[in-house]
């Protein structure tokens, strides 16, 4: 069973930068595709990013392109989100997630394993 544990939220003033990270443990990372959700209060979660097996392939929602870069290292079994220029509409819980396919995690839909989480605020 895979596990996912995020790190690295906190408070952030606009345009400020922050860097996620998501350790697994249980399963060798590089069988899987990566992504990158959030939920803001009130809303609905929404994909973030996603990244191939290898690190390869990535993808970005529209609203965080050019912004945001994941990215991986599979021999130290972690993912991570680095965002920068953040703005409040960022403010969210911010999940990592797993599945075997990334043609499956562009979708934003169908991950296997999630994590629990890690709160983002942006906030002067």
């Known amino acids: 069973q895979l596990q996912l544990v995020e790190s690295g939220g906190g408070l952030v003033q606009p345009g400020g930068s922050l860097r996620l990270s998501c350790a697994a443990s249980g399963f060798p990372l590089d069988y899987y595709a990566l992504g990158w959700f959030r939920q803001a209060p009130g809303k609905e979660r929404e994909g973030v990013s996603c990244?191939?097996?290898?690190?390869?392939?990535?993808n970005y929602a529209d609203s965080v392109k050019g912004r945001f870069t994941i990215s991986r290292d599979n021999a130290k079994n972690t993912v991570y989100l680095e965002m920068n220029s953040l703005k409040p509409e960022d403010t969210a819980v911010y999940y990592c997630a797993a599945v075997k396919l990334f043609s499956v995690c562009v979708t934003w839909y169908g991950m296997d394993y999630w994590g629990k989480g890690t709160l983002v605020t942006v906030s002067s």
């Open positions: 990244i191939s097996r290898s690190g390869g392939n990535t």
